[in-house]
């Protein structure tokens, strides 16, 4: 299964489509209870069985660095530091450029202090997938005025390369705002006449990865968001 093979789970039952969507903070103890809320188990159909779930998540997470990152790849860089975000770190804005365009932030951060910032699944391409050259913009300063048109942002090539997921979409443009995910059951599940109970558990610890850029003589930090690690339970 390959991380664009979404689509897989045929004959799907929806048993949460809120349009608003719902919030839900995976750091906190209560994640599971909101997400798990979300959804109406009442749905399923008596006497199917379940291996899989798939959920729809916004490109948009909001993190925040517990401390420093260090990326390890110059003296210039070990104190990367999440900060507010704002339109002025963007080439136009941020709505117009929130899947073409990754910011740089400066060293330190916002005086040493970290913020919670704004980060989204730039548009991409499935690793090792053949064709194209760009897909998205990576800005080498604070206020986007140097920049590298030509970054190549790569998706999960297959489900060995996953976190938890069986599959994910690979978002190749700004045509939606959510990325579907596959993840395994911790057990399947058959439908009784008892409601089952839905359990979300979340890892933060690989959601976000931080690297070094530059504009040729000043260092910044770029910031990516990764698959979280999710396991789910129904019982």
């Known amino acids: 299964m390959t991380s664009t093979s979404t689509t897989q789970c045929q004959n ?3 048993i949460g489509n809120d349009p608003d969507g719902v919030e839900v903070d995976i750091a906190s103890v209560t994640a599971g ?16 069985t379940y291996t899989h779930a798939r959920v729809h998540i916004n490109r948009l997470m909001k993190i925040r660095t517990a401390s420093g990152i260090n990326t390890r790849e110059d003296a ?16 136009t804005n941020e709505a117009t450029d ?15 202090v970290s913020q919670e910032m704004n980060l989204y699944m730039t548009n991409g391409r499935q690793g090792g997938a053949g064709g194209g050259s760009e897909t998205y913009t990576q800005c080498e300063d ?13 998706y999960p090539a297959d489900v060995s390369t996953l976190t938890s997921a069986k599959a994910m979409q690979t978002m190749r443009d700004g045509s939606t705002d959510q990325v ?53 339970s129904i019982k």
């Not at 209870?33 to 199917?48: I, S």
């Not at 604070?142 to 790569?154: D, P």
């Not at 599940?189 to 558990?201: E, G, K, R, W």
Request: aromatic letters at 8%; proline letters at 6%; hydrophobic letters at 40%.
């Open 12 to 14: 799907a039952v929806i």
């Open 33 to 48: 209870a909101v997400a798990g809320a979300f959804g109406n188990v009442t749905l399923l159909p008596l006497g199917e």
């Open 76 to 91: 210039d860089t070990d104190n990367c530091m999440t900060i507010t975000t704002t339109n002025g770190m963007y080439q």
């Open 98 to 112: 929130k899947y073409t365009h990754k910011p740089a932030v400066p060293e330190n951060g916002s005086s040493g």
């Open 142 to 154: 604070a206020s986007c005025g140097e920049k590298n048109t030509s970054a190549v942002w790569n």
């Open 180 to 232: 579907a995910l596959i993840y395994a059951l911790s057990s399947p599940y058959t439908v009784s006449l008892i409601p089952p109970t839905i359990d979300m558990a979340f890892g933060t610890s690989k959601a976000i990865q931080a690297e070094e850029v530059t504009d040729g003589s000043d260092f910044f930090c770029r910031f990516a968001i990764q698959e979280p690690t999710v396991t789910i």
